[in-house]
């Protein structure tokens, strides 16, 4: 699986309007992607009472890099490309090499969720090997019982233009809202989860999403 996650700004301060041709026009768009098996789009939430520096973020996966290169030059791509350099600005990208641990196989086309995207290193006091084994063997075992998540795509990050690859690792939760995703946190699975990021994730940065699902 290629996992891309994308934030941006609008070029215009008529935020009504960008939002007007964002989803009915530029979403409509990208969902014509051949290839692509899942897109989600979403305002960016606040994080610790701090306004994100971005207003909007997009997650769409593919098979593979493949799949995800063949839909860059697909016959959409020139309409897409001008509504961007006409609306959007701020782009910054991010890549992964990814699976789904959890996948969400009961979504539906404008179904509102939660996402949560974070990219982070892992703690390597014990050597990178030993890390990766531990993270993938625990960390993720635990994060997949949380109650009510719907999503989970954990993967490596990868360069890509327009990207900053200064983390390892990438990992997507969605959960149908935000006070989902708050109270399987507050869950006995989640207390034991945030005990785990204690020992074993390091250099994070989260994004959160008001999100729906559009493919």
């Not at 703690?123 to 719907?150: D, F, N």
Request: hydrophobic share 45%; with cysteine; net charge neutral.
């Amino acid at each position: 699986m290629y996992i891309s996650y994308v934030s941006f700004n609008f070029q215009s301060a008529d935020l009504e309007a960008e939002e007007r041709n964002y989803l009915g026009h530029h979403v409509a768009l990208a969902r014509r992607f051949p290839g692509v098996r899942q897109y989600y789009t979403g305002r960016l939430m606040k994080m610790g009472g701090k306004e994100p520096d971005r207003i909007r973020g997009a997650i769409l996966s593919y098979d593979n890099a493949a799949a995800a290169e063949a839909a860059m030059r697909s016959e959409v791509v020139p309409a897409l490309m001008t509504d961007t350099q006409a609306h959007l600005k701020d782009l910054m990208s991010h890549a992964a090499a990814a699976k789904a641990i959890v996948p969400f196989e009961s979504r539906r086309a404008e179904q509102r969720c939660f996402a949560m995207v974070a990219e982070f290193d892992l703690e390597q006091s014990a050597g990178a090997a030993a890390a990766e084994e531990r993270y993938l063997s625990k960390h993720t075992g635990i994060a997949r019982r949380l109650p009510g998540l719907r999503n989970y795509i954990i993967g490596k990050l990868i360069q890509v233009p327009g990207g900053d690859v200064s983390r390892n690792r990438m990992a997507i939760l969605v959960f149908d809202s935000l006070e989902a995703y708050r109270a399987a946190y507050a869950s006995p699975v989640g207390a034991e989860l945030l005990k785990d990021e204690e020992a074993t994730i390091r250099n994070a940065q989260v994004w959160r999403l008001d999100a729906r699902v559009e493919i």
